[in-house]
């Protein structure tokens, strides 16, 4: 059973910095693909950042410069590591394996 588990989600002000963590299990981690996405009230999910198999990173261009996706192979975890917030940040963000399993999503709130 394929499980994803986000943590570290809360609120923070604007300009600040919050770090969101996926543990994932039942998967083979270091060689699947982790994605962040985000969910705003109101619009589509988006993707924010990819991190394929290997030390390759993509982001979105609303977040490159700000956002940085790592993962710990040794841990099955990915991580986003998220800085100088904005409100329009604000969303439920969620893990992604393989484009196919889902984690249940943290609340990221960005306070002005």
């Known amino acids: 059973q394929v499980q994803l588990v986000e943590s570290g989600g809360g609120l923070v002000q604007a300009g600040g910095s919050l770090r969101i963590s996926c543990k994932a299990s039942?998967?083979?981690?270091?060689?699947?693909?982790m994605e962040w996405y985000r969910q705003a009230p109101g619009k589509q999910r988006e993707l924010v950042a990819s991190?394929?198999?290997?030390?390759?990173?993509i982001y979105s261009d609303p977040v490159k410069g700000r956002f940085t996706i790592s993962r710990d192979n040794a841990r099955n975890t990915v991580y986003l590591q998220m800085t100088s917030l904005k409100p329009e940040d604000t969303a439920v963000y969620y893990c992604?394996?393989?484009?196919?399993?889902w984690g249940q999503g943290t609340q990221v709130t960005v306070s002005t």
């Open positions: 992604c394996a393989n484009r196919r399993w």
């Open positions: 039942g998967i083979v981690f270091s060689t699947s693909a």
């Open positions: 991190i394929p198999v290997g030390s390759l990173t």
